[in-house]
């Protein structure tokens, strides 16, 4: 719930000047809300609206006039805008939310001293520091952040899908990681280039075949470019139709950091894919270990991929309907009411 003496305008600054002008919440926008991301951000807004209060994007509190009503301000991981508010007796800074792990943006991680002295709480995947450093870190001020996800069900036309591919299917970006410890791009790229030869994997995503891109210069890239073109089917318009396709999909994070569990393994659940999923190292605390196969478990991809055909249709449809009450559950709920316990905290 709001509180009650909560001030009648909240503004987020969202993560691109793409979503300004309130396009935060235009889930009519099919560009901007691709696989429904922005869902979670219409309900609040929407929650907001029902107590008679409103949430904007702080591209207009940068442009009003200071004011004697205050205005609460959250970030969405923008470090440019907030230090101008920092004198204004208008504005309260309430949460900086940090979604990109350290190997996307380090930048955030090494500003949470600062962020922590300016924020009354700082959201991030985890409070023990794993992945980064607490040195002057105002740690009270620390929260765990869960994902936002849009659905608390399951995408029924897609996960009662009967048909699939006996396969393995990987849709992702193509991107150049920073140097950072527990990088999972090129253990993705690793796998793919195992699994590959045996014929089992088919890849989805932007910028594979950009070899002149900058996300294309690295080495595990160009080592393995001719592999990666022969599993490459294109981009693909919904994660949800593809994933249906396929039995299986392989669910590796950016990087393997506690607390740190995005979409990606939601988007199997909600379509009724086993994930193989590598990433947050307590993934076992987060999502129950009967959703997913837990990739740490093999040696070896073809492991790997051996074992994952040894698990039988009954198996199989046990592990779906395991995703599905736990994105129903208290549990899976955290992921869903993100939102509501970061703007309607007391």
Known sequence: MIPDNAPDMTYVDPPSPAYYEDRLFDI??????????????????????AAGKDLRTADYLMKAPKGEAVSNYYSLGVLDNYKALLERADVCLKAFIIFEPPVVDPRLYKALPELTAAFETVYVHNTIGDGYSL?????SKLRQLYWPQPRDEVILQCWERSERLDRIV???GNHIPRKVPHELYSKRIEAMAALAPLGVVDLYGRGWAKWWSRASMWLPYWRNRKTLMS?????????YEVLSQYKFSLCFENMAMKG?????????????????????????????????????????WSEAYDAMMKITPAEIMKMRNAGRNFIRSEDGLKFYDSLNHVFFAD
């Not at 009519?28 to 609206?49: C, G, K």
């Not at 569990?261 to 199997?268: L, N, S």
């Open 231 to 239: 599993i490459y089917k294109g981009a693909c318009d919904s994660k």
């Open 135 to 139: 040195k002057g870190v105002d740690l």
């Open 260 to 300: 740190y569990v995005t979409e990606k393994i939601f988007d199997c659940l909600y379509s009724g894919t086993i994930p193989l999923y590598l990433g947050a190292p307590d993934i076992a605390a987060l999502v129950p270990s009967n959703t997913y196969v837990d990739c740490r478990a093999f040696k070896s």
């Open 28 to 49: 009519s926008n099919a560009t901007l809300n691709r696989d429904d991301s922005l869902v979670p951000y219409a309900r609040v807004r929407q929650a907001f609206r």
């Open 170 to 172: 990987v849709i992702n």
